[in-house]
């Protein structure tokens, strides 16, 4: 059980409603509505100067917006989301602290004045509104703490305010103010806010007699503040309220930020202009407890909620208590924690010792609140642990050691761990090694073959050295020693001569295991026969030969042509086309010719035949006839290739 705790759960702007108001005006307000009292600038600006007279309610950039939004019962009203009945109504001049209170203004909202009426120039850091107008309004807001006037811009220089247009959006709302409710209110929650417009100010002066900032811009610097000498609520910037330069939307509807900043602070304005005096008060009940409220109501733990009551207060305002009755937050506490076995680990609570001995228990408390808490010990102590291991590791491989130093050759090492339980585990390592590995290959190539070891290519009569990993992961020395296979054991031609009286053939002795192969084979009598005869030709340079053995093996050879040129012609032939010397034509070895020209003439003469083509011979015809039997001439322009016999042939 306790002795029953209550406590301020909120407190209003205003705790008391002071008694400094004009001779016969009373702080308490004995309407049902609230009246919001503004100034129009349509009074003080030039016909043509449009932007002057936008900065009211009644004016370009309010109208369309904020006072649509003002208007809305669904937002003020019986049945609003604020309930009070709010009435916009135009200051009349001119304006004093009498004629305020003749309107029955609760709230006062200036607007703001930036252009002179007379030279026609701006500068939103002054107000052009006649001094007197604000002067009056400053007076009045002083009469009571709940004469609220809202000042934005340059008219706050009355209030005691410099500022400069300086301001970086977004503006963001200091915490634990004591106008939080402009920002977390009944129109919404807002993180930000933004100014508008070509002027954005931000305060670079404040009056002596005391002000509380609420929100600065995202340098850090001050934007809205609470004035200490009135209770008012000033601006930097007027934008804030308006639509268009502004943030404020079209229309009655609560849309941006914007929105429900000005209509959170107008709601506070309705508060305030409520005269009753406003209490809030938490009460915290134990179980089974109860309390009574400021009417004598006796509420149990079990009806639990939110009272209201009435009362007369000093001067004839009401006073309205609000109980707001909660359970006490009791919270029972478990310590459990947790240690190892041995370590001497103890706690004490209420003056009784829990250790390893006396693990568990339960112990009494009071809340701050006057209830009953409990607190439940339950010490947990857990044991040290041991295992062994016996890995076996690569040459090179060690095992650091958390006591330090590392395992790094065959043998047993402890070393002392933390188990999962943040205890002791003791580790045995039996250690071993795997030994060094080296393989010794060898591989016959062929005298010409390489072969990739490693990613490197060897011929043979080389030796390759590489590192592979062996079947235990570990590194293994392979040493590849690269023989050939032996040559043939054979006598090849290094050259031929070749002529037109003999029948060339070369003089090669080659085993009979190997396999032959002349790459010029049709210009021989036989492509695969250790030696062929050479056939005529064109003069071959050179003849190439391949030997191959049982394993692939081959081997090529290169036998150089000598050609011995001697060029024959026949004393006579017989064209009777019985297929023996038909045709009269040149005999050689085969020697190409560089030069070659075959001329026949008759008796008289006559040339019965001409050729540059040695493949081609006189066929004994003339003109298409044959040629009559007898004794011709010829003549023969030849020069070959080769070694040469030559002589002139008539």
Same mark, same amino acid.
């Given at each position: ?7 301020? $759960? ?41 932007? =002057? ?55 006062? $909202? ?40 809202? *000042? ?27 106008? /939080?409710?402009? $920002?977390? #209110? ?28 609420? /929100? ?24 804030? !309220?308006c639509t268009g330069p502004g943030d404020v939307s079209t229309g009655p ?15 506070? /304005? ?25 009417? &004598?109501?006796? *509420? ?23 109980? *707001? ?35 568990? #228990? ?59 339980? #943040?205890?002791?585990? *003791? ?101 695969? =026969? ?12 050179? $003849? ?18 000598? !050609? ?12 009777? &086309? ?48 044959p040629a009559s039997q007898g004794v011709y001439a010829y003549l023969l ?14």
């Amino acid at each position: 059980m306790k002795s029953e705790i209550v406590r301020p $759960f909120a407190v209003m702007l205003f705790a008391m409603i002071s008694g400094q108001c004009l001779v016969a005006q009373s702080c308490c307000d004995e309407d049902n509505s609230t009246t919001l009292c503004f100034l129009s600038t349509f009074e003080f600006c030039p016909s043509n100067d449009p932007y =002057c007279f936008s900065y009211s309610l009644d004016g370009n950039f309010m109208e369309p917006g904020l006072t649509q939004k003002l208007n809305n019962p669904a937002h003020y009203g019986q049945n609003g989301v604020v309930s009070c009945n709010m009435e916009l109504v135009q200051l009349n001049t001119p304006v004093t602290v009498q004629s305020i209170y003749d309107q029955g203004c609760d709230i006062v $909202f200036t607007g703001s004045l930036a252009y002179d009426p007379v030279t026609f120039s701006e500068d939103a850091t002054v107000s052009y509104f006649p001094p007197e107008i604000l002067d009056a309004i400053y007076d009045w807001s002083l009469e009571c703490d709940n004469n609220l006037a809202i *000042i934005s811009q340059g008219e706050t220089t009355r209030w005691g305010y410099t500022l400069e247009n300086a301001n970086e959006n977004p503006n963001t709302p200091l915490a634990g103010t004591s106008l /939080a409710s402009i $920002f977390d #209110g009944p129109f919404g929650t807002i993180n930000s806010f933004n100014q508008g417009g070509s002027f954005q100010g931000v305060f670079t002066g404040t009056p002596s007699t005391g002000f509380e900032i609420l /929100a600065k811009d995202a340098f850090g610097r001050p934007t809205v503040a609470l004035d200490l000498a009135t209770n008012d609520l000033v601006t930097g910037d007027i934008g804030i !309220y308006c639509t268009g330069p502004g943030d404020v939307s079209t229309g009655p509807s609560i849309v941006t930020n914007n929105d429900i900043l000005a209509c959170n602070i107008f709601a506070l /304005a309705c508060l305030l202009a409520d005269e009753a005096l406003r209490t809030n008060l938490l009460v915290e009940l134990c179980p089974n407890e109860t309390t009574i409220l400021p009417n &004598g109501q006796i *509420i149990q733990y079990n009806e639990l909620g939110v009272y209201t009551d009435t009362l007369t207060a000093f001067q004839g305002c009401d006073s309205i208590v609000t109980t *707001i009755v909660v359970a006490e937050q009791i919270e029972d506490t478990v310590l459990g924690n947790k240690r190892c076995n041995g370590d001497g680990y103890s706690v004490t609570v209420n003056g009784n010792v829990y250790d390893q001995a006396n693990p568990n #228990g339960e112990e009494m408390f009071i809340t701050p609140g006057g209830c009953d808490s409990t607190v439940v010990i339950a010490l947990q102590f857990n044991p040290h642990t041991a295992a062994s291991i016996s890995p076996v590791l690569c040459p090179g491989e060690v095992i650091p050691l958390a006591i330090g130093g590392q395992a790094d050759a065959p043998g047993i090492y402890v070393d002392s761990l933390v188990n999962f339980n #943040g205890c002791d585990s *003791i580790l045995t390592i039996n250690l071993d090694y795997y030994h060094n590995d080296t393989t010794n290959l060898v591989e016959i190539l062929c005298p010409t073959d390489s072969v990739n070891i490693g990613g490197t290519f060897y011929q043979a009569g080389e030796q390759a050295v590489f590192v592979a990993s062996n079947v235990f992961g570990c590194d293994s020395l392979v040493i590849t020693d690269l023989l050939s296979y032996p040559s043939p054991n054979a006598s090849i031609d290094s050259e031929v001569n070749v002529t037109n009286s003999d029948r060339t053939q070369f003089s090669n002795n080659i085993p009979p295991d190997y396999r032959i192969k002349w790459l010029e084979g049709g210009e021989l009598s036989c492509d695969t =026969c250790a030696n062929p005869i050479i056939l005529p030709n064109d003069g071959i340079p050179a $003849f190439h030969l391949t030997l191959s053995d049982e394993f692939g093996c081959r081997w090529d050879y290169e036998i150089l042509a000598n !050609y011995i040129c001697n060029t024959y012609l026949p004393n006579v032939f017989s064209p009777n &086309g019985d297929g023996i010397n038909d045709e009269f034509n040149r005999f050689s070895s085969g020697c190409p010719p560089q030069v070659y020209h075959l001329h026949i003439f008759d008796r008289w003469g006559e040339e019965v035949f001409y050729t540059n083509n040695t493949k081609q011979g006189w066929d004994g015809s003339f003109k298409g006839e044959p040629a009559s039997q007898g004794v011709y001439a010829y003549l023969l322009v030849v020069e070959e290739y080769g070694e040469k016999n030559s002589s002139l042939v008539r």
